[in-house]
């Protein structure tokens, strides 16, 4: 499972920080997989993973729009198609359980966000605001005071 670095921070305090949850968390259910509780830890993931999607996508959609974003379309149908997937995790562990099938479902779809949206696309809108402060200067978009992610109880 990647690992989050600086390398890949956008520079917005509260999406930094978002990702860096999500990459914690995506973390705890290899462990918890390791040591035989990924049924448990699948259940808090699915939990977690409603509220991120509600919080941190909603923090870009806003940065995307208030900046007139080109490719803001397309990001957010990724999005999109992240919650719909996380639907369909959702369904096949409310029918089938904890499955080693359903934990490797989630585990695979969060792997390929954090390797393919987190690290890329992500950082694309980050590299377009920072470059959209840079002719007026001032204050930068990516500093602004939208509330951090609160982590749901374990």
Do not use: C
Request: charged share 30%; hydrophobic share 40%.
């Amino acid at each position: 499972m990647p690992t989050w670095t600086q390398a890949i921070a956008v520079g917005h305090p509260t999406i930094d920080e978002q990702h860096r949850e999500l990459f914690a968390r995506a973390d705890e259910l290899l462990e918890a997989m390791k040591s035989g509780r990924a049924g448990e830890e699948l259940l808090n993931l699915l939990a977690f993973l409603k509220q991120y999607v509600a919080e941190h996508f909603g923090t870009e959609e806003r940065l995307m729009d208030d900046h007139r974003y080109p490719s803001a379309a397309a990001h957010k149908a990724l999005h999109t198609e992240f919650v719909r997937r996380l639907k369909e995790n959702e369904e096949a562990y409310s029918t089938r359980g904890s499955r080693a099938m359903v934990i490797l479902d989630l585990r695979d779809m969060v792997r390929g966000w954090l390797v393919n949206h987190v690290s890329t696309v992500d950082l694309q809108l980050a590299n377009f605001l920072r470059r959209e402060r840079e002719p007026r200067g001032g204050a930068s978009p990516l500093q602004n005071s939208a509330r951090p992610m609160i982590r749901p109880p374990k």
